[in-house]
Structure formats: structure tokens, C-alpha cells
């Protein structure tokens, strides 16, 4: 089946892949092994399920890396965005959305689009060759077989790192005379009113005495193979970042700035925030609070949060091991692996970090398939963009011998000389949506297609 591009993966990346692939005119076969093959972090079969947050970070395409992102993604007519928009719930300035219903869109989009075809089935192997153009966006929980697999071919050992999963509470069991409804500075984000956010204030004793607990509660031990592994820094667990100092938390994910508590008119000494993780409001997720206690010591530890003395938990914080290739020395500019070019690779597995930098990679991915089976142009995009931005960082301008995960971030973009702090953020995001639409209209001529700008 020469004729059709093959995409091994149901997640945020291998959605959005096939999808892009449909679009530009080829046929795409999703290959996703659950049910067949279940994982240790999803609950379902749908596709895209969202494992861990329900947030897609910043909104804000003026000035901020991943905002502009979503509006890239937006205007290259992303599946993954347009699911997210449909299901957003108030988070101030950021993107966070119903998980349920964003994959139910996403799944329900793949199923009837007359170009996909979706089949449940695990590849254990390498893809066969005679597929011809596949791409593998197996996300962070590679299936063992095909990892054993991809580290034989490549003659790599793999590079891996530990993500955790945040508690979600039930919000009906939240002690509300205590804690109470805001966003820091009152920022009003898409759908929101200033108070998106749930507070619970800490005093200094009850800081103190909460990290102490953190640092003394029993965690899940590691399997042997597993103790080399490093955390990735941008989701570090809440008790790792507590053994760094005890002041550590106040200044990351319990900072109490922009925030008034309405009992004493005062800023609390620290503050555990929860975000809405439902459309219907009953569930909220504790924010930044990865972790990996062991689940009884969560229960007792989280309980002594002021509000959440009787929180029931819809789950409990995990931890799982994530994987992902040397990409700046194993694949080309356009994602194919050097060794073996008809086969392309998207998501996490790339080492981008984060839901909206998994899709992205994917969307690239299957539009530069559909180009070479249809005998098309492939355009890269603009290294001023945040997509070629990433796309440039994980295939070239990261050091191979010291590749690590990264989310997208202006630090990968091409300098430019204009003042510094907000200024420079918004001349960047600027040039970089002048330069998608250069890019969009290019690639869209490529085709022998029309169209429809989208508005500035």
C-alpha cells in the first residue's frame, strides 16, 4: 500500500499527522494499539487522550513561545487547536480544555474523515518496508517491541527521562470558607472571569510543616533499570523540587504573588492553586503538583493543604518513563530517520516537550509525507517561525551529545535586534506569523491549491 502514508500512534501527534496528511490530498492508516495494548498512563481508547494536564500553557500569541505556536497551528489548520478551542474552560491566559471532550472531537474528526483509516493494532517491529511512507509518533510510551526495535537500527541506547502526573480533586470537597476563587493579577484569559483559578493559602508554619512532610513521605521506588533516568526539568516532581531548599516551592509552583487572600487582605506566605479540568466544573487539578508518593501518602500529605482537609481525589499523581530519540543525530531536516528515509518521526519521541510541541512536530510531519507521495515541494518553514524554530532545534542546532527535552521558547529563534522584555517577544511573534503566512501561501501554491488567509 505504497500509495498510502502509515502512522504508528493515536496521540496528539500521530492525530494531527493524519490529519494534515488527509488534507494535503493522501491517504493516511493510523495504527494505534489500544485497546489491543493498554499503557500505564492512559485511562481509554480514544485518541489524543490527554495523560497528564488538561492545559495547552499560555494562550497569548503577542507575546509568549507557545501562544504564538497555538496561533501557527491555528492558521495551518490544526486538528489538534481546533479540538482544543471547541473545549476550552476558563484558566486565565491559558488554553486548558474538557480532556474528555477534546479527544471524543479528535477521534470522531479521524473516524469520519474519508481519507483515514484507523486501525487497533500494535506494531511490535519496525515498519515494514514495503509500506513505504510511515511515520512514528509512538509518544513517550513506546511500546517495548518497537523501541528494542528503533534502538537496534539506530545503534542507540535511547535517551530517556521520568514525566509525572498531578492529583485532580473533586470539587465538591474543596473547604471553600478557606480558600477561594482567583487568577493572579486577576488576569481574564478566553472564557474566564479573573477568578479561574482555586487558592488554597499556606501560612509560614503550615509551609513548612507541608514540606516537611513532602521530604519525609514514602516514594515509589524505581526499578533498577529505571535509576539512571533523568527528570525532565520542566516537570519536575513537587517533592524533587522541595529537596532542592526548603524556600524552592514559594518561588515555582506555590508562588503566592498576584494573589489576595480575601479572609486577610493580604498575600498568603504560599499558595497551592487547582485549575478546572472538566467542562462541568467538579474536577480540578492541583497545579505542578507531579509527584511520586506512593498513593496512601498523597492522600494523608495533601490533606493537610488548608481547604483540601477533605478532598476526595479522582486521581492520585503518578510517574511514568518516557523515551525519546537523538534526533539532531539521527534525523534530516524534514524528520526522516538518516538510516532509513521512508520513515518519518513526530512528537515526543523527538524530544519536544509538551502536548502543543508533540502536535506541532506531527502537523510538519504529515505535510512534508503527503508532499513527497504526491510528488509536491516540501517547504520547510521559516526558522523564524515557532514551528521551524522547533523544527530546527530537534534536527541540527542542538547538541547531540547533551539533547535534552525542550518546550518551544524564543531562546530558538533567530535573533533579532529590536529592545529587549516585551518588545522583543512581540516583534518576534510579529515576524513570525508575517513569515507563516509567506509559508502557508507558498506550500498551498506548491499544491496547486487556493487559499483563505486567515485574518491577522
Known amino acids: 500500500m505504497t500509495n ?250 506555590m508562588k503566592p504573588v498576584g494573589l489576595t487572600d480575601p479572609r486577610t487582605g493580604r498575600r498568603p506566605h504560599a499558595v497551592v492553586q487547582l485549575r478546572q479540568d472538566n467542562a462541568l466544573g467538579t474536577l480540578w487539578n492541583m497545579v505542578g503538583f507531579q509527584t511520586k508518593l506512593r498513593h496512601g501518602e498523597q492522600t494523608r500529605i495533601f490533606r493537610t493543604i488548608p481547604g483540601l482537609e477533605n478532598a476526595s481525589f479522582a486521581r492520585l499523581g503518578g510517574l511514568h518513563r518516557n523515551t525519546f530519540i537523538n534526533s539532531p543525530r539521527l534525523l534530516d531536516g524534514q524528520l526522516r530517520l538518516k538510516v532509513r528515509p521512508d520513515v518519518r518521526f513526530a512528537g515526543q519521541i523527538t524530544g519536544v516537550e509538551g502536548y502543543v510541541e508533540s502536535a506541532a512536530i506531527g502537523l510538519l510531519a504529515g505535510r512534508f509525507a503527503a508532499a513527497q507521495l504526491l510528488g509536491h515541494a516540501i517547504v520547510p518553514p521559516p526558522p523564524t517561525t515557532a514551528f521551524g524554530a522547533l523544527l530546527a532545534h530537534i534536527t541540527g542546532n542542538a547538541d547531540a551529545k547533551t539533547f535534552q527535552p525542550m518546550n518551544v521558547n524564543f531562546g530558538l529563534f533567530p535573533e533579532l535586534k529590536v529592545a529587549k522584555g516585551q518588545d522583543r517577544k512581540q516583534a518576534l511573534s510579529r515576524r513570525a506569523l508575517a513569515d507563516l503566512e509567506a509559508w502557508l501561501e507558498s506550500s498551498a501554491q506548491g499544491r496547486g491549491e487556493q487559499r483563505q488567509l486567515a485574518a491577522v
Open 4 to 253: 498510502t502514508i502509515h502512522i504508528v500512534g493515536g496521540g496528539l501527534a500521530g492525530s494531527e499527522a493524519a490529519w494534515q496528511a488527509a488534507e494535503a490530498g493522501a491517504r493516511a492508516m493510523l495504527h494505534e494499539m489500544r485497546p489491543v495494548r493498554g499503557t500505564d498512563a492512559h485511562q481509554s481508547d480514544s485518541l489524543a487522550e490527554l495523560v497528564c494536564s488538561n492545559s495547552f500553557r499560555s494562550d497569548d500569541a503577542a507575546s509568549n513561545a507557545v501562544g504564538l505556536l497555538h496561533e501557527e497551528m491555528r492558521r495551518s489548520g490544526s486538528l489538534i487547536l481546533r479540538a482544543a478551542d471547541a473545549h476550552r474552560l476558563p484558566a486565565g491566559g491559558a488554553l486548558a480544555v474538557d480532556r474528555h471532550g477534546f479527544s471524543a472531537h479528535v477521534t470522531q474528526a479521524l473516524q469520519s474523515h474519508p481519507r483515514i483509516a484507523i486501525r487497533r493494532e500494535e506494531v511490535a517491529g519496525l515498519p515494514p518496508k514495503d509500506w513505504g511512507s510511515t511515520i512514528v509518533a509512538t509518544g513517550p510510551l513506546t511500546a517495548p517491541g518497537l523501541a528494542q526495535a528503533i534502538r537496534a537500527l539506530t545503534n542507540d541506547d535511547g535517551l530517556a527521562f521520568f514525566d509525572a502526573i498531578a492529583p485532580i480533586v473533586h470539587k465538591e470537597t474543596i473547604d471553600f470558607s478557606v480558600c477561594w476563587m482567583q487568577s493572579r493579577y486577576d488576569k481574564s484569559g478566553p472564557g474566564g472571569d479573573g477568578a479561574d483559578y482555586v487558592n488554597c493559602p499556606l501560612d509560614e508554619q503550615q509551609y513548612d510543616a507541608f514540606i516537611a512532610a513532602l521530604l519525609a513521605g514514602e516514594k515509589t521506588e524505581f526499578k533498577d533499570w529505571e535509576t539512571s533516568t533523568p527528570y525532565f526539568e520542566g516537570c519536575l516532581p513537587i517533592e524533587v523540587m522541595a529537596a532542592r531548599g526548603p524556600q524552592t516551592l514559594r518561588f515555582g509552583p
